[in-house]
């Protein structure tokens, strides 16, 4: 119980959450996504269930953190991915009526799910040095717990703003989208089975980056003029 009142407990649950709250960005964005075609009433349930998904999956992910930024190919099926959710983005829901409610809460929390695994593989690097900072061994899984639900009510009020916003500026959808795209190719190229075909440059991740939001917003158009024109 001395551990949780040591000045290195709490400066280390102050850098979980702050790196948690920064790299939150990302995570409301495609919290805010995943949930835009939900009913309003279940718009609220879809962000809570898949934020805390997705941290419990962030806690698992900690223990196996190091070795697998290891595996190759890991990120670059991450990339995939990434790229695959970022294009469904900008596609119009069928919006078919044989779907219920209860389905698309349940498709949009599994995206959500997937979405903040992919992007967490770097992220749990930083949150699990932070906690091994705390001078408290014993105590660092709990402290990693801690921190991380400490941040669920500020990503869920995060994804709740960029939500509305996305009601009254659909634009930032396709910005949404973009960003996922960015994330995709500044993953790929940090994978351990690219790294020894390209330059390891910072313009490198910027091209990547690049590449990738301008294939997701691309195609992901094109996609969404064919869906609108077919219905």
Not at 123 to 141: L, Y
Not at 161 to 169: A, E, G, N, S
Not at 173 to 190: D, E, F, N, P, R
Not at 200 to 229: C, D, N, P
């Amino acid at each position: 119980m001395d551990a949780f009142l040591t000045p290195e407990f709490w400066l280390a649950v102050g850098q979980i959450v702050m790196i948690d709250i920064l790299l939150g960005g990302d995570n409301a964005v495609v919290i805010a996504l995943a949930c835009r075609n939900l009913p309003p009433a279940l718009r609220t349930k879809g962000i809570i269930w898949g934020t805390v998904g997705a941290i419990v999956l962030r806690v698992i992910l900690i223990f196996f953190a190091m070795s697998l930024l290891k595996l190759p190919y890991l990120k670059l099926t991450g990339a995939v991915l990434l790229l695959w959710i970022g294009i469904k983005m900008l596609v119009p829901d069928d919006g078919g009526h044989e779907v219920s409610g209860s389905d698309r809460l349940l498709g949009a929390i599994k995206t959500i799910i997937v979405a903040d695994f992919v992007m967490s593989v770097d992220n749990v690097i930083g949150i699990a040095g932070a906690a091994q900072g705390s001078g408290h061994p014993d105590h660092e899984m709990a402290l990693v717990i801690f921190g991380l639900l400490v941040s669920i009510p500020i990503i869920v009020w995060g994804s709740t703003l960029v939500l509305k916003l996305m009601d009254r500026f659909p634009i930032i959808i396709q910005a949404g989208s973009m960003l996922l795209g960015w994330i995709a190719g500044t993953l790929a190229v940090t994978d351990p089975a690219a790294t020894p075909y390209l330059p390891q440059l910072e313009a490198t991740r910027y091209v990547a980056g690049a590449l990738g939001a301008l294939f997701v917003i691309t195609l992901g158009t094109l996609l969404a003029k064919r869906a609108t024109s077919d219905t």
